[in-house]
């Protein structure tokens, strides 16, 4: 049985598309003037804006990942780093 964060590198892996969707997501945001964003909120509105197509999973977009995203568009952008609430991950 894979970890999640086994799975979360196949399904990134297979789909690029997602973090690229949601750092050009949160940079518009960011634009905007606001100066926090949940990924959450970014997961739903990607979900309901772009009805996006992935591969490798049953799930489109799977919540469990949500958390290790914003941890990659951290990395990506580390001005973010306080834009948004990361807690410790719990499972590997």
């Not at 799975?7 to 969707?21: G, I």
């Not at 999973?57 to 919540?63: Q, T």
Request: no cysteine; glycine share 4%; net charge neutral.
């Amino acid at each position: 049985m894979d970890t999640i964060q086994q799975d979360f590198e196949q399904f990134h892996r297979e789909n690029p598309q997602v973090l690229l969707k949601l750092e050009a997501m949160a940079r518009n945001w960011f634009e905007q003037g606001h100066s926090s964003v949940s990924i959450g909120m970014l997961w739903e509105t990607m979900r309901w804006l772009t009805g996006i197509e992935t591969t490798g999973d049953i799930y489109r977009l799977n919540n469990n990942y949500r958390s290790r995203y914003v941890r990659l568009l951290i990395e990506r952008n580390p001005s973010w780093e306080t834009a948004f609430r990361v807690r410790e991950l719990r499972a590997a």
